[in-house]
């Protein structure tokens, strides 16, 4: 059981928008300790998506957004496509835990 | 550029010990933090810690405390991630990556991983 919530699956077709969630609580996002996003195509590497909430790495299309409010943190995908189809991860700092922590990580499949 | 290079999979036996090295190329190792990323088969990520090159200051995240070892040697840029005595469990992908504070802290770099295999 992660300590960040993501929702195991999202999808959609070509072109449209998706959201991912990822809900904590007030020992890490809602402590307000920033939220940043990974990505993983199948059998690669974690790359960083978004840094510090909303902060797109070099080479990150800006397709992808992040935000955060209260307690959650959502990642945005907004024109999919069929490359998008991989496996997301939110991560975060826990003060209780005194480390970092990863969401669950979602597969978002592209119709 | 940024690189971290990470060895070839591994096959072990349950009892045997095990290093595994990350190592940096194309930035300054001791300014960096490396942290230990673990992937279980078929599951989600995550943090077993991260330690400061420039210091050995080392961090592991309780599930992982005392059940590994990290450490780095300056002399060659390497980082390594280390068993004593390897568990069926232990059987998974280790990823390093670099983060530029511990504290607040994200993995901006990351290594291609290399996978543990420990089986009797």
């Known amino acids: 059981q992660s300590v960040l919530t993501q929702p195991p699956s999202v999808s959609g077709a070509p072109g449209q928008r998706v959201t991912i969630s990822c809900t904590g609580s007030?020992?890490?996002?809602?402590?307000?300790?920033?939220v940043h996003w990974y990505q993983q195509l199948p059998e690669t590497a974690p790359r960083l998506l978004i840094s510090?909430?909303?902060k797109r790495p070099s080479g990150v299309p800006d397709r992808f957004s992040g935000s955060k409010s209260g307690t959650s943190a959502s990642l945005a995908i907004t024109g999919l496509q069929a490359e998008d189809e991989a496996d997301y991860y939110c991560?975060?700092?826990?003060?209780?835990?005194?480390?970092?922590?990863f969401g669950g990580g979602t597969a978002l499949t592209v119709l | 550029e940024v690189q971290l290079v990470q060895s070839g999979a591994e096959v072990k036996k349950p009892g045997e010990s095990l290093e595994i090295p990350c190592k940096g190329s194309?930035?300054?190792?001791?300014?960096?933090?490396i942290g230990w990323v673990r992937q279980m088969p078929g599951k989600g990520l995550e943090w077993m810690g991260i330690i400061y090159p420039a210091d050995s200051d080392t961090r592991y995240s309780p599930s992982f405390q005392g059940q590994v070892t990290f450490s780095v040697d300056k002399s060659t840029n390497t980082a390594y991630l280390q068993w004593s005595s390897l568990k069926a469990s232990d059987t998974a992908m280790y990823y390093c990556a670099t983060a530029s504070r511990w504290y607040g802290g994200y993995f901006d770099y990351w290594g291609q991983g290399t996978l543990v295999t420990v089986s009797s």
């Open positions: 510090v909430n909303n």
């Open positions: 194309g930035y300054s190792f001791t300014t960096f933090w």
């Open positions: 007030g020992s890490n996002i809602g402590a307000g300790f920033d």
């Open positions: 991560q975060s700092y826990d003060s209780r835990l005194s480390g970092w922590v």
